[in-house]
């Protein structure tokens, strides 16, 4: 890709704080890990689709940041006199979404990625406001549809895969619908794609994946960070990147310990997938699930964490003094202690019309995909607690209606005060209490939901062009076998709670501690755990009080 310089134009204004400038010390201070360069008109410091290797700060002159769109620059902002470049794949080593070009002649200051890193952790006020912009500038970029471009049909499984994958991560795309953009089609004949072939996701407006699997798209855009099999036994292994397991990750890696997090799919768990946390400590006016997600991931990332997407574990095996999970690609990642924090997955419906619309009009989460492909339609929510509740709001906002269907008699039992009250004084809410679902209706797609008054036993009809499922959550725990004691829904049995028999065994004699597995060394932290408080505030303090466990349990290993 050849890139022009745009025509000139000015300096994009400060509008949401994602431009903000460097003061002269600051400047100084940065150019002690750096060095300046001379620039010319036309010049490309960074492209899409590459990993950034420096840090651009502007000294003088300007420069623009483009997105490619079919050959042609689309200019996203315009920057000058000591602002800096760059968004969050310059800390999470991702690959960037966006390119530079030097719009007037001038002169830069470099600062290699690895000192930036540095000196995020060793300079508090540098380090926030870095951080600040960065996570605003990734909001804009998802905003501006930035990034990689996703074609399918909204009715298919594969392309809500993909879909969701971007969601989940946080990755700046765009979804272009073969069912309604009048564009899909030309853009389809002109890259010879056929309708068998789809989806497909667009890089860098020439690169074409047909129907890629997760991996394929994780890896064109620098997402994996892959721990490979043989390096030296971990000090600790978290398996699920949900709020316990970042906590974790988070206290494990500034406590010094050699900490990997492995996730099948995305990080920030169910969680992140909420439009606003308010009930959270020290957000008054509330945090995004994907936001406090982010910020997570990176607080972990700086203290040397390792996170690895896709790093599906099947199995963990007790291997010698330490133990090895086991992943979906035959790694073994060796730790000396592991915490579970795989949380749990959403209920179906037993319903026999499920499968048949879980492809396209069945959902399990409120994310900003789904809340936009149900803008001003009617829409379905089963479910009386919190997750529920949030997805009711979130999607009230576009939807026509939403229909709120709860089993229970009133919405107190198991909700929140404050969103119940925000629930009563929302017009677009309909809340219909003691009622549960007992039929779909509808062909290729979702039109209307068959439910029952539970003391009545009368159906009615009402319509519903996509319905949201939240009524409890199974834990993700199958691939453990029979490696820790479980309880009888599955979740995973702790401290005082395991079975007398797992006890006895232990070679040290010791009762297992507080978060303590029936496995020495192994630790169960937020949903998975059995008897656990299904809140984000409890999931978070159980994966930051474990880390403490596991020192202790390090430490006695280190005297036998």
């Known amino acids: 890709m050849t890139i022009s310089p745009p025509a000139p134009v000015t300096e994009t204004p400060d509008v949401y704080g994602a431009y903000p400038r460097f003061s002269e010390q600051q400047v100084e201070k940065l150019a002690t890990q750096g060095t300046r360069r001379p620039v010319r008109a036309g010049d490309v410091l960074f492209r899409e689709g590459d990993r950034c290797g420096d840090f651009f700060v502007i000294l003088s002159g300007k420069v623009a940041v483009v997105q490619d769109v079919d050959g042609d620059q689309r200019v996203i902002s315009v920057h000058g006199h000591h602002r800096f470049l760059g968004e969050l794949n310059l800390l999470s080593r991702q690959v960037s979404f966006i390119s530079g070009v ?7 200051l470099a600062v290699p990625v690895d000192r930036l890193h540095a000196l995020v952790v060793e300079d508090q006020i540098v380090g926030d406001l870095i951080l600040r912009a960065y996570l605003v500038r990734r909001s804009l970029l998802i905003g501006h549809g930035a990034g990689f471009r996703i074609i399918g049909s909204r009715f298919s499984p594969d392309t809500h895969r993909l879909q969701d994958f971007a969601a989940r991560n946080r990755l700046p795309h765009r979804f272009i619908d073969v069912e309604q953009d009048e564009q899909a089609e030309a853009i389809l004949r002109q890259l010879d794609v056929t309708p068998k072939e789809l989806p497909i996701v667009i890089w860098r407006g020439r690169e074409v994946l047909r129907n890629p699997d997760l991996g394929q798209l994780a890896t064109l855009i620098g997402l994996t960070d892959p ?3 043989g ?100 790694t073994v990642v060796p730790s000396r202690a ?59 906002k576009t939807a026509r209606t939403v229909r709120l269907i709860v089993r229970g008699d009133n919405l107190t039992e198991s909700m929140s005060r404050y969103l119940v009250d925000r629930i009563d004084g929302n017009r677009r809410v309909e809340v219909m209490l003691k009622t549960e679902v007992r039929g779909l209706i509808g062909e290729r797609a979702l039109k209307a939901c068959v439910v029952e008054d539970r003391l009545t036993r009368e159906r009615r ?12 959550a199974e834990p993700n725990t199958q691939w453990l076998g029979d490696q820790v004691a479980l309880d009888g829904h599955g979740f995973v049995l702790t401290g005082e ?11 040290d ?22 008897g656990s408080v299904k809140r984000l505030a409890s999931a978070v303090g159980e994966g930051s009080m474990a880390v403490r466990l596991v020192h202790q349990h390090l430490e006695r290993d280190a005297e036998f």
Do not use: W
Request: hydrophobic share 45%; with cysteine; net charge negative.
């Open 231 to 330: 390096e030296a036994v971990n000090d600790l292994v978290v398996i699920g990147a949900g709020p316990a397991g970042l906590a974790a990750a988070v206290y494990g890696a500034s406590e010094g310990l050699r900490t990997v997090v492995l996730d099948a799919a995305a990080t920030g768990g169910q969680a992140a997938s909420s439009d606003r946390i308010e009930n959270y400590l020290g957000f008054p006016s509330g945090i995004s699930g994907a936001d406090l997600a982010e910020r997570a991931v990176l607080q972990a990332q700086k203290f040397g964490a390792r996170i690895s997407i896709l790093g599906e574990a099947m199995a963990l095996e007790r291997i010698d003094d330490h133990y090895g999970i086991r992943l979906r690609d035959s």
């Open 338 to 396: 592991v915490i579970i924090a795989t949380g749990a997955r959403y209920r179906r419906l037993d319903i026999p019309e499920l499968e048949r619309f879980e492809s396209g009009n069945v959902y399990y989460a409120a994310t900003k995909i789904e809340v936009r492909n149900c803008a001003d339609i009617e829409v379905a929510v089963v479910g009386g607690g919190n997750s529920a509740g949030q997805a009711a709001l979130v999607l009230a």
């Open 509 to 530: 004699e010791q009762r297992p501690s507080l978060l303590e597995t029936s496995a020495p060394g192994v630790y169960a932290v937020g949903d998975v755990r059995s």
């Open 497 to 507: 709670r395991t079975p007398t028999a797992s006890r006895e065994v232990r070679a």
């Open 461 to 472: 009809t009402v319509p519903a062009g996509a319905l949201f499922v939240f009524i409890g």
């Open 227 to 229: 721990v490979p099999a």
């Open 102 to 108: 030097i719009l007037e002649d001038g002169e830069v």
